[in-house]
């Protein structure tokens, strides 16, 4: 049987897809099931709303919401939920995704959303972050994490072998 997926991975356009496939990447590759969605705060309200309203009964813990330009997907998804929301801000062409940054980070009191770094490294974090809150109640990805952050702190210091020799 399949599991349930416990992330939900959603964004406002497809062209937002290279970005966010590499959140459901790490997701992937820590086996977390997840599931992914394009729904857009303006052209499809209605849609974000059925689903988030739902997300919770269905068994989603974590909400991970890209989106560019004017983004509010993150912060409308964050308005009809209490699941953590974790927003991606995508890089634009006209405004380098300082505005998608400024739009999902800049929520009022009340309804949070973890903003993480605009573009690909930031759809990486977000499925870490995701992977962190699951970990709360998972030993599993503790474990992982654990071990992710050790490779981390190897390659650094193989790097720094190579520039000595
Ligand atoms: C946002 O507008 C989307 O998240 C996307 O980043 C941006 C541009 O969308 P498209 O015009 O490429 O569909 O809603």
Not at 57 to 66: D, N, R
Request: proline share 4%; no cysteine.
């Amino acid at each position: 049987m399949a599991k349930r997926p416990k992330v939900a991975v959603i964004m406002g356009s497809d062209s937002d897809l290279p970005v966010m496939k590499e959140a459901a990447k790490i997701l992937e590759e820590n086996n977390v099931a997840y599931e992914m969605k394009i729904l857009s705060a303006h052209r499809t309200p209605a849609d974000v709303a059925r689903f988030t309203k739902s997300a919770r009964v269905k068994g989603f813990q974590v909400i991970i919401a890209g989106a560019g330009g004017a983004a509010h997907l993150a912060g409308v998804i964050a308005s009809h939920t209490t699941l953590p929301v974790i927003g991606v801000p995508m890089e634009t062409k006209e405004l380098k995704g300082i505005d998608s940054l400024f739009s999902t980070v800049q929520m009022p009191s009340g309804i949070p959303v973890a903003t993480v770094s605009i573009g690909s490294s930031g759809a990486k974090n977000a499925a870490i972050l995701a992977l962190e809150i699951l970990s709360l109640n998972d030993k599993r990805l503790e474990n992982n994490l654990t071990r992710f952050r050790t490779a981390l702190v190897r390659s650094i210091r193989e790097k720094n072998d190579r520039i000595k020799s």
